[in-house]
């Protein structure tokens, strides 16, 4: 199944992305891997793992994915300009959040992993997949954001990276489905701030 293949999945995307941000150290070829990963299969095993999650929220299913979370945070450093790379890198990270220690990862240290990763989309608010990863990985996170300054921080900027997504991508339904699933989860963990953040951008016209 999708979700049995999760961490085979996550495995070869940990290890191309750091080919990718060591090339020095890669196969021949290695660095054109991350061109190649289908869209489609990143997509199908999101939406078996989020209907998993959400069918059996207190399931172990995903103790056991491999923590590829670091990997990808390097990459994401490395790799700025590369719109593949960092398809693949917030892919990674979006899949390996239904993991225990990929959402520990993220949201350690006040967070910085996750808020390292939404400002780095953020500079790239033309790119469809790289948004629509981006707030899937935002809306796994959601519901164990701190209640505190950096969590009501990070929802407020998904609110807006919500509202961007559904002004640019009025076409793309990937986009606008992972755009509607993060405002729900973000109004679900911070009602008020995300209600006051929607109707500050306009969302409810």
């Not at 289908?38 to 923590?67: K, V």
């Not at 807006?160 to 009025?170: D, N």
Request: glycine share 4%; charged share 20%.
């Amino acid at each position: 199944s999708q979700v049995e293949s999760l961490p085979r999945i996550l495995a070869s995307l940990a290890q191309w992305l750091s080919w990718a941000s060591q090339p020095e150290l890669a196969p021949r070829g290695a660095t054109l891997l991350l061109a190649q990963v289908p869209e489609s299969a990143l997509r199908a095993a999101f939406a078996a793992a989020l209907a998993q999650s959400e069918a059996r929220p207190r399931s172990n299913t995903f103790a056991e994915l491999p923590d590829c979370v670091p990997h990808a945070i390097r990459a994401l450093a490395a790799l700025p300009d590369d719109p593949q790379a960092q398809r693949a890198v917030f892919a990674c990270m979006a899949l390996a959040s239904f993991g225990p220690e990929g959402r520990r990862a993220l949201l350690e240290e006040r967070c910085v992993g996750l808020r390292d990763a939404m400002a780095a989309a953020a500079r790239r608010p033309r790119l469809p997949d790289v948004q629509a990863w981006a707030l899937a990985l935002l809306a796994v996170c959601a519901p164990e954001l701190p209640r505190d300054a950096d969590g009501a921080k990070l929802a407020w900027d998904g609110v807006a990276s919500c509202a961007g997504a559904f002004r640019y991508f009025r076409n793309a339904p990937w986009v606008l489905e992972r755009s509607a699933h993060t405002l729900v989860r973000l109004l679900g963990a911070f009602p008020r701030r995300v209600a006051t953040a929607a109707a500050a951008k306009r969302m409810r016209e």
